[in-house]
């Protein structure tokens, strides 16, 4: 991008580009939708330290050493990513920084690819840290700008809340230069970064009167903004609120918060008494509202706008109906019913044969977060439980544990959900000798979030090469006695690799090892197709859940036959191993079809 330019970009990487004109020099993250893009716009920069970590709380380790260092520091992830995070960031309120530390951090309203809707504002008041939340591309820019300067300001870290609108679409950009902002070196102080009780405690009030002064920042801060005429009515909000709220309500007195907390409650109260009505319009949970209520102004909010999934301007049209600020709207006709389309895994992955396996042993599956979870749909339907990033192996010794599992229990762990958060829950399942069997599905890549880097790669996010995590000498290492490698494509030796897995007393480790079918290198073998008439439309092939395998208009006896689409077919054949009559056979190539 040339500076002086104006150049369309998503909310994402806007802030990237906010964090390299602010010389950030350190940026690290784990990712996770919707905030995986920002690192990975500049992974091509030389003048920046652009890295994945294992998991949040790493990453949020790391930056926190390189601001202490008096590097500017940048650290991301989704909102479940905070939680992982947590312990490092309250800690973090109380001895500051040294250098400008952010944390973005990428809300899922309506969980588009998240387990849980969970309000990061919540987490700004916990921790006592000040949050900016940027309504667009532009405002995402600005934001990260000004959050380092505050971080420096006031030495604390600065969050940065996006939600998933913000963060992929897209506006224009005015691209500025890069600030000059060399690592000004650590400076020792135990007194403020050794968080012994003695110290935290001298540490607690120095919190509470940065508050009080980012407070009076707020209050006089050009971040709050004031618009409109009307004074029927007047309306606060932040964030994308703020744009559905104007495109209804083009006129509106609006009073948008760009810092959401703390709250700039004098210019709140004023705005109140400037007009008849006062509303809130934000997503997700009433922080703003229950904050004026607390001070006790009269506002009203959460009970014309849904607390459940994103806001829309149609639902803020509806609500100011409902509120009688805007007339009723029509009833719209029902919309015509669709087909539904439930998500699938990839035709080829690597991750279904294990389950289907899984399936027919009738093991209890304590699941992980990873593309593998569409495993606990249908026709698969062979995971049990999916809670957050590495549990499902310490969920695993705890149903062992409990006697109620009717079968052997396994968990399920993708290679970097492993390396995030399961290495503990498997030291664990060793240290209780829990009789369970862990099936670690190594594709290679954090697959679900597009394809990223990990420590077991061998690969950085900047593409230089690097010493793989081996998994299996890993789990050999913590004390697993019977640890295997296994080609899921295999079903025979899949199906043995995981029984005798299970026979074994204790806990035992099935890695699966095929690559990602959708990884930058992709896999293809020649694809398969079936011989019409030598199918008996036993469907046993469609008990995989490939999408390339899909219903035929020919039937026998009644039931319906298969075909395969050769275009999306990537040639892995589990769906022939699965095939009684032997009816799928390989594409002939065009010299095998001359021979004929």
């Not at 050009?222 to 005429?229: N, Y």
């Not at 890695?511 to 694809?527: G, L, M």
Request: hydrophobic residues 40%.
């Amino acid at each position: 991008m040339q500076v002086g330019s104006r150049s369309l970009l998503s909310g994402n990487e806007a802030i990237a580009r906010g964090a390299v004109e602010a010389g950030v020099l350190v940026a690290v993250g784990y990712p996770g939708t919707p905030s995986t893009e920002i690192l990975e716009s500049i992974a091509d920069r030389v003048d920046m330290e652009v890295r994945w970590s294992p998991n949040e709380k790493v990453a949020l380790d790391v930056a926190l050493g390189a601001s202490l260092g008096g590097a500017r520091a940048l650290v991301t992830m989704k909102h479940v990513g905070l939680n992982v995070a947590s312990d490092t960031y309250m800690t973090a309120a109380y001895t500051g920084v040294g250098a400008g530390l952010v944390i973005v951090v990428a809300d899922d309203p309506g969980m588009h690819s998240s387990q849980n809707e969970q309000d990061t504002r919540a987490y700004a008041r916990m921790g006592g840290v000040p949050l900016l939340e940027p309504s667009d591309a532009s405002e995402a820019k600005e934001y990260t700008a000004i959050a380092f300067a505050i971080s420096e300001e006031f030495d604390t870290p600065v969050l940065v809340r996006t939600t998933t609108r913000v963060s992929h679409n897209r506006g224009v950009v005015e691209v500025g230069s890069r600030a000059d902002r060399p690592a000004t070196g650590f400076v020792r102080d135990p007194a403020k970064y050794v968080m012994i009780p003695g110290h935290a405690r001298a540490r607690r009030p120095v919190l509470l009167e940065r508050l009080e002064r980012l407070t009076d920042y707020v209050e006089a801060s050009p971040l709050t903004i004031e618009s409109g005429d009307d004074a029927g009515f007047g309306v606060v909000t932040s964030g994308i609120a703020h744009h559905y709220v104007r495109e209804v309500l083009p006129d509106a007195r609006i009073l948008k918060l760009g810092m959401s907390y703390p709250l700039p409650m004098n210019r709140i109260r004023a705005f109140s008494e400037s007009v008849d009505r006062l509303f809130v319009v934000e997503e997700l949970d009433p922080h703003v509202e229950d904050a004026i209520l607390a001070a006790g102004i009269a506002v009203e909010g959460g009970t014309f706008f849904s607390r459940v999934g994103e806001l829309s301007p149609d639902a803020v049209r509806g609500g100011f109906a409902t509120a009688g600020i805007l007339p009723a709207q029509p009833s719209a006709e029902a919309a015509p019913p669709t087909v539904a389309r439930p998500p699938v895994l990839c035709p080829g992955c690597s991750h279904a044969p294990p389950f289907l396996v899984l399936k027919r042993i009738g093991a209890v599956v304590t699941g992980d977060i990873g593309c593998y979870t569409l495993a606990a749909l249908e026709p698969l339907a062979a995971m049990d439980t999916c809670v957050a990033m590495g549990s499902s192996i310490g969920m695993a010794v705890g149903l062992a544990a409990s006697g109620g599992a009717e079968g052997p229990v396994v968990a399920t762990i993708g290679d970097s959900t492993f390396l995030h958060g399961g290495i503990p829950g498997l030291a664990d399942a060793v240290y209780s000798q829990a009789n369970i069997t862990v099936l670690i599905l190594d594709n290679g890549t954090v697959a679900m979030t597009g394809g990223q880097e990990h420590p077991g790669t061998g690969v950085t996010l900047q593409g230089s090469d690097t010493t793989p995590v081996n998994l299996m000498a890993l789990c050999e290492a913590l004390g697993v006695r019977d640890v295997r490698v296994v080609d899921p494509y295999d079903l025979a030796a899949t199906y043995t690799a995981l029984e005798s897995a299970i026979a074994h007393v204790g806990p035992s480790v099935v890695i699966t090892n095929r690559p990602c079918v959708e990884a930058p290198t992709k896999i293809r073998d020649r694809p398969f197709q079936v011989i019409s008439e030598a199918c008996t439309a036993c469907q046993g092939c469609m008990t995989l859940g490939c999408p390339s395998i899909v219903w035929s208009e020919e039937t026998y006896e009644g039931r319906r036959k298969v075909v395969i689409d050769p275009v999306t077919c990537t040639g892995c054949t589990v769906c022939v191993q699965l095939c009684p009559p032997l009816a799928i056979v390989a594409v002939p190539d065009r010299e095998d079809a001359a021979s004929v």
